[in-house]
């Protein structure tokens, strides 16, 4: 693997690792280890990033959402702590392009598979505590985690803009329709997705994933229909 894909991915993280061993075993599927002997697979380290991600994300919002009640901190909490989410973060640091995958793993797709690519972010922050302790690599999580913990308490209910926007819309006897179009180099994707529904446009979005894209397409609906219709237009 050339190791300007490496370096990119350190700079995604906001990290360049002085151990480079941490950094080949965070990204490092079992399949790998089991063609290469004498290497490690990743799940250690997921097993100790899981733990750095829970505290870190936690503290963000405890300290964020001071009138925030143990159950709303929970469910943002468990929203952003999960497996589509961290698979949307790691299309951000482009992960993918710097798995380790054993052949048979590569042949079936492990490189789009959300399990993989969620468990390497978890062993990409394990592997981060190790080198700069917790203090560094909470700063870290959160400077990549806190956008996606805002946008959790901003949504009512804990229901995402492409939940609220289908309620809505059905509702009202339609249903919204999304495409999405890609842009930009494998290591750097931009996707842009546009909602109709009746076959009028009636949001965009653009994002680094496919889903973020279709997120804030729902977003940019929900918030026309608010505009036009009043504060209360779409209102759960």
Known sequence: MSTDVLTRLEDALGHRFEDRSLLR???SHRSFVA?????????RLEFLGDAVLQLAVT??????YPDASEGEMAKIRASVVSEPTLADLAGDL????????????????GRGKASILSDVVEALFGALFLEVGYDASERIVVDLLSPFVDER????G???YKTRLQEVLVAE????SYTVAESGPQHAKRFHAVVTSGGRVIGEGTGTSKKRAEQAAAEDAFERRRLRQGPDAGAP
């Not at 503290?59 to 964020?64: A, H, Q, S, T, V």
């Not at 308490?153 to 009512?156: D, G, I, Q, S, Y």
Request: glycine share 14%; aromatic share 8%; net charge negative.
């Open 25 to 27: 075993q965070a990204l």
């Open 35 to 43: 063609e290469h002997p004498g290497s490690e697979s990743y799940e």
């Open 59 to 64: 503290r963000y919002i405890f300290d964020r």
């Open 94 to 109: 482009a992960v993918a392009d710097a798995l380790f995958l054993g052949r048979g793993e590569e042949l079936t797709g």
């Open 153 to 156: 308490a901003r949504l009512p």
């Open 158 to 160: 804990g229901r995402d």
């Open 173 to 176: 006897g339609t249903a919204p």
